[in-house]
């Protein structure tokens, strides 16, 4: 467990193996009682959701999920309201999750903690959260290393951070397989030493969402032509019907979600 505070009050994560064994009696009262400061209003786990969220993965999704799941009649009436505004649409789904009473409210944190500690992306994000403390106590098996050694042990390689963004956004279908494929192989060889030493050059190309294809279609293009080139074969290209050349299969890809990815986990590494 990592314990901090917040105002007045003090914060207390537990780590995966902690949280685990929990029942979901156990859980909820985790919630309320370690993760809940008066000072924030709200839940330090909303609070991580909301500094991490990526566009496409954070706490919107979830509660969406959440009452789709639980709620079917009310999320089809919600949908039905607001059709064409997602905006609008994720106000009503707050509103509605903000005036759950008792037992149904904790459900719904129940669902979100769980959440939280089910997808890797989450619960990197919620120990992110410790590191970015000032001062911190462990109690937990590594409480007898210092923080500093804690903070290093725990840094985890920004090539790693976007691959798992890419996964989770895969297994919640918000991008498809030729998108997953891609950019899983270009994460794969990101090297946080190369980060640093080309910084200028890495903020430029992700930038927009025009240089970032711009820099995807350049570089793909370039290795087709190189002889002896295995990208159509690992692209699975011309092996199917669905992509006649790598052409196709570029026009395939969604830049704007892996932009927004590439571009929040990259800057960060500069903070």
Not at 45 to 60: A, C, N, Q, S, W
Request: glycine letters at 2%; proline letters at 2%; a negative charge.
């Amino acid at each position: 467990m990592f314990i901090f505070k917040v105002g007045s009050d003090e914060v207390k994560v537990r780590t995966y193996r902690e949280f685990k064994y929990l029942s979901d009696k156990e859980k909820i009262s985790y919630v309320w009682d370690d993760l809940w400061p008066d000072d924030l209003g709200m839940t330090w786990i909303e609070k991580v959701l909301y500094d991490h969220d990526t566009g496409d993965l954070g706490l919107p999704e979830i509660w969406d999920e959440y009452v789709s799941e639980f709620y079917p009649e009310k999320y089809k009436e919600i949908e039905n309201e607001e059709p064409e505004d997602i905006h609008k649409k994720r106000e009503s789904i707050f509103e509605f999750i903000d005036d759950l009473d008792g037992k149904e409210y904790s459900r719904a944190l129940l669902f979100l903690v769980n959440k939280v500690y089910d997808e890797s992306l989450f619960y990197d994000w919620l120990i992110d959260s410790v590191k970015e403390q000032e001062d911190f106590t462990q109690t937990h098996l590594d409480a007898d290393k210092k923080n500093e050694e804690f903070k290093k042990k725990y840094q985890i390689p920004v090539s790693e951070k976007i691959r798992r963004a890419i996964k989770t956004l895969y297994l919640n279908k918000k991008i498809n397989e030729a998108t997953f494929q891609c950019f899983t192989i270009i994460a794969e060889n990101l090297k946080n030493n190369e980060i640093q030493e080309k910084k200028e050059e890495f903020l430029d190309d992700i930038s927009s969402v025009e240089s970032f294809e711009n820099q995807i279609r350049s570089g793909l293009n370039s290795l087709e032509e190189e002889e002896g080139s295995d990208v159509n074969k690992i692209f699975k290209i011309r092996q199917s019907k669905r992509y006649a050349d790598l052409s196709e299969f570029l026009n395939d890809l969604d830049y704007e979600i892996m932009q927004k990815v590439f571009n929040e986990m990259i800057k960060e590494q500069f903070e």
